[in-house]
């Protein structure tokens, strides 16, 4: 019996798709855990809007314990702006207002509105 010759194209085929299929999974899991890190940021952000509805703002303790949280979770550069610092009165709106960077950079704002209930 004749050897018959092998193709190294065929090869080179499936390592290229191979390839490919890691780099796409690895992105869709960079990606999945930015989402991840984001639905913490919201979970945390609805946590705090709750306690600032009973207390009417976002007090000196809170606003620490927040950022520790949201450091615990990934937040980089984290900022406050817009939010809520001086006592509102029953009724008047009350805002939660996060800006930070997760992962590799991604900037985001979580922004919650509510009204004070104390």
């Given at each position: 019996?004749k050897r018959e010759?092998g193709?190294i194209g065929?090869?080179?085929?499936?390592?290229?798709?191979l390839?490919a299929?890691?780099v796409?999974?690895l992105?869709?899991?960079?990606s999945?855990?930015?989402?991840?890190?984001k639905?913490?940021?919201s979970?945390?952000?609805?946590?705090?809007?709750?306690?600032?509805?009973?207390?009417g703002?976002l007090t000196?303790s809170?606003?620490?314990a927040?950022?520790?949280?949201?450091e615990?979770?990934?937040?980089?550069e984290?900022?406050f702006?817009g939010?809520t610092?001086?006592?509102?009165?029953?009724?008047?709106a009350i805002?939660?207002?996060?800006?930070?960077?997760?992962?590799?950079?991604?900037e985001?704002?979580e922004?919650?509105?509510s009204?004070a209930?104390?």
């Amino acid at each position: 019996m004749k050897r018959e010759g092998g193709n190294i194209g065929e090869l080179m085929i499936s390592g290229i798709c191979l390839l490919a299929m890691t780099v796409v999974m690895l992105a869709y899991l960079d990606s999945a855990g930015l989402i991840h890190q984001k639905t913490q940021v919201s979970q945390i952000a609805r946590k705090y809007i709750l306690r600032m509805e009973t207390v009417g703002m976002l007090t000196e303790s809170d606003r620490a314990a927040l950022g520790n949280e949201l450091e615990a979770v990934g937040v980089t550069e984290l900022r406050f702006d817009g939010t809520t610092v001086l006592q509102v009165d029953y009724g008047e709106a009350i805002v939660l207002q996060i800006q930070g960077k997760l992962g590799n950079g991604y900037e985001f704002t979580e922004k919650r509105v509510s009204t004070a209930k104390h």
